[in-house]
T-cell receptor, first 115, second 112 residues
């Protein structure tokens, strides 16, 4: 595609519910990253995919958070039993090769609100 | 102490002013330094990319890196209202991981 696509753009859920956030990276980009951005704060790294494997998942805050990537393309970030502190913008980025030293292309994010 | 420190602002300047944005960092392993611009309700987009110390200029934008002081700067000349956005510094290197570390971002307002 022309850019990184994320869906939904907005998600409102009740505390305790599970949510799935989707990311479609730029076609051909092997690396995919998930970041979280709380209001007024910087980007917090969550997980990095190279192809379909995740060599760095050190940023996932708890075992309620998981992510997968299939077909070296689409990725899904799942948050189980959502809590109010999970409210944030979840950003996905892709890059051509990965490794953390290259240009990241970001989607517009999913604004998650947990009531 | 955060790995990357950045004053969140907001910073308000008149159109045409020179803007100076900066970040400090603590990890000497960082070698790649970037500035991203983020408009409201959009994802960040890469503005400047620098390897190691030195200056890089691109149009009205100049990025400076001083590794000895662990200090990076972004200068915007002849600022325009369209430059109003949040500017995030970012860096990476041989830190044992694959992630880019971001500062908190500085909100900039350029008044017409």
């Amino acid at each position: 595609g022309a850019g990184v696509s994320q869906s939904p753009s907005n998600k409102v859920t009740e505390k305790g519910k599970d949510v799935e956030l989707r990311c479609d990276p730029i076609s051909g980009h092997t690396a995919l990253y998930w970041y979280r951005q709380r209001l007024g704060q910087g980007l917090e790294f969550l997980i990095y995919f190279q192809g379909n494997s995740a060599p760095d998942k050190s940023g996932l805050p708890s075992d309620r958070f998981s992510a997968e990537r299939t077909g070296e393309s689409v990725s899904t970030l799942t948050i189980q039993r959502t809590q109010q502190e999970d409210s944030a913008v979840y950003l996905c980025a892709s890059s051509e090769q990965g490794g953390g030293h290259e240009k990241l292309f970001f989607g517009s994010g999913t604004q998650l609100s947990v009531l | 102490q955060k790995e990357v420190e950045q004053d969140p602002g907001p910073l308000s300047v008149p159109e045409g002013a020179i803007v100076s944005l900066n970040c400090t960092y603590s990890n000497s392993a960082f070698q790649y330094f970037m500035w991203y611009r983020q408009y409201s309700r959009k994802g960040p987009e890469l503005l400047m990319y620098t390897y190691s110390s030195g200056n890089k200029e691109d149009g009205r934008f100049t990025a400076q890196v001083d590794k000895s002081s662990k200090y990076i700067s972004l200068f915007i000349r002849d600022s325009q209202p369209s430059d109003s956005a949040t500017y995030l510094c970012a860096m990476s290197g041989n830190t044992g991981g694959f992630k880019t570390i971001f500062g908190a971002g500085t909100r900039l307002f350029v008044k017409a």
